[in-house]
């Protein structure tokens, strides 16, 4: 079966860096995403690996090791407004397959 | 910026009854898709849409859902005698050959 693995919850304190984790057992797959989901919204696109590294943009980072099958997103000088879920996600054949999400609650 | 529109926000309907989910992909893009995500869980896939034919379901895709691009811009899902729980946000989304799916606002459907 295809699965990915993420932390439920993660708490972290405003101003510091916060990386989730996310663990797969898929293969055949073309890259690991990341979004983003506030309360209430829908899920937003942060980032993008199709090959292993990292990518930056902006206080976001996001990592693929194939190898290790792992990713990980990494969120530098949080803000209260990053508090959110965040999903890892990849595509395959024709859907995209999300992980179950990790909370990210921000202390002041 | 282009966006994904789904109409309405919010339906209410009695168990048993059918309602159509309706979406307006953006207009480039190849692929469509639903996916659901009840409260507080995660997002599950349901059905994938490309070249006017269903590419892929999950098996919560089952008879008492279809799908249809009935004209060049809507996109739709029916589910044809509803139960308690199909209770969930109803997303559509759309991605082109970049790698970014965008996601509609959602539908919250509420069966009652």
């Known amino acids: 079966g295809q699965s990915l693995e993420q932390p439920s919850e993660v708490t972290a304190v405003e101003g510091a860096i916060v990386q989730i984790n996310c663990t797969y057992q898929t293969s055949g797959f073309y890259g690991l995403s990341w979004y983003q989901q506030h309360d209430g919204g829908a899920p937003t696109f942060l980032s993008y690996?199709?090959?292993?590294g990292l990518e930056e943009t902006g206080r976001f980072s996001s990592f693929l090791s194939r190898s290790d099958s792992y990713g990980y997103l990494l969120l530098q000088e949080l803000q209260m407004k990053d508090s959110a879920s965040y999903f890892c996600a990849v595509r395959k054949d024709d859907k995209i397959i999300f992980g179950k999400g990790t909370r990210l609650h921000i202390l002041p | 910026e282009p966006e994904v529109t789904q109409t309405p926000s919010h339906q209410v309907t009695q168990m048993g009854q059918e309602v159509i989910l309706r979406c307006v992909p953006i207009?480039?893009?190849?692929?469509f898709y639903w996916y659901r995500q009840i409260l507080g869980q995660k997002v599950e896939f349901l059905v994938s849409?490309?070249?006017?034919?269903?590419?892929?379901k999950s098996e919560i895709f089952d008879d008492q859902f279809s799908v249809e691009r009935p004209d060049g811009s809507n996109f739709t899902l029916k589910i044809r005698s509803t139960k308690l729980e199909d209770s969930a946000m109803y997303f559509c989304a759309s991605t082109g050959r970049a790698r970014e799916a965008f996601f509609g606002q959602g539908t919250r459907l509420t069966v009652v």
């Open positions: 849409f490309y070249n006017n034919e269903i590419s892929e």
């Open positions: 207009s480039n893009h190849l692929y």
């Open positions: 690996n199709g090959l292993d």
